[in-house]
């Protein structure tokens, strides 16, 4: 059987971890219609890792987008809801978070957070 890829793991172990009810989107695509609370996986960047020789250190984005389209109450529900992620995030030991930055999605136009997380792998 093949490995997983970094992808296959996030889905593996992040997805689990949040809450039910949550929409989690694998790949880099916001969706046309939010209707609850959506975290997008984009895999932005690979480095070689400075940890070891033959690792490569992965730069993961995991965008957590509201379904409320008015700014007020959308902001109000990710304070929350970017807590919820990062401390998921602090449960999967190969990854590393770094920051959570507010955003505004270039798609769907609506405020999310970035939450920026390095894992370090081998091939």
Request: glycine share 0%; net charge negative.
């Amino acid at each position: 059987m093949a490995e997983l890829t970094l992808r296959e793991y996030v889905v593996a172990e992040v997805k689990p971890l949040l809450p039910a009810g949550w929409r989690f989107i694998p790949n880099q695509a916001t969706p046309d219609k939010i209707s609850v609370v959506t975290v997008v996986l984009k895999h932005l960047e690979i480095e070689p890792s400075p940890a070891a020789a033959a690792a490569l250190s992965s730069q993961l984005v995991l965008t957590v987008l509201s379904p409320f389209e008015d700014d007020v109450r959308a902001e109000n529900q990710l304070d929350d809801d970017v807590i919820t992620v990062v401390t998921a995030l602090r449960k999967v030991r190969w990854c590393s978070f770094q920051s959570a930055r507010k955003v505004r999605d270039d798609k769907s136009n609506r405020l999310a957070w970035d939450i920026t997380v390095v894992a370090v792998t081998t091939p």
